[in-house]
Nanobody, 117 residues
Framework: VQLVESGGGLVQVGDSLRLSCAAS????????LGWFRQAPGKEREFVGG????????YYEHYNEDRFTVSRDIAKKTMYLQIHSLKPEDTAVYYC???????????WGQGTPVTVSS
């Protein structure tokens, strides 16, 4: 599976942003897709994801209901909607794919998000 993220950029505090992760290659029915982020000087952390077959979503505990993961089956695209952006949301956002029961091992190149105050 090949993954390409898009939608990042420079935004203001309080703005909303939707990131996209377009998948190609194998069928996604056996995959779980996830969003991760890595802030400057920090380790990569999990944000949220979904099981492609069925669309069940799950989030990291800090989500604070500001993050929403969704998908468009026809476009083979996963989205991450972020509301009320904060400076601490500044990071490179990555999407990743994992075959069911396996670790994430397919990664996109990332899309940077900078939140300016």
């Amino acid at each position: 599976v090949q993954l390409v993220e898009s939608g990042g950029g420079l935004v203001q505090v309080g703005d909303s942003l939707r990131l996209s992760c377009a998948a190609s290659g194998r069928t996604l029915s056996d995959y779980t897709l996830g969003w991760f982020r890595q802030a400057p000087g920090k380790e990569r952390e999990f944000v949220g994801g979904l099981v492609w077959n069925g669309g069940n979503t799950y989030y990291e505990h800090y989500n604070e209901d500001r993050f929403t993961v969704s998908r468009d089956i026809a476009k083979k695209t996963m989205y991450l909607q972020i509301h009320s952006l904060k400076p601490e949301d500044t990071a490179v956002y990555y999407c990743a794919a994992a075959l069911s029961g396996h670790a994430y091992d397919e990664w996109g190149q990332g899309t940077p998000v900078t939140v300016s105050s």
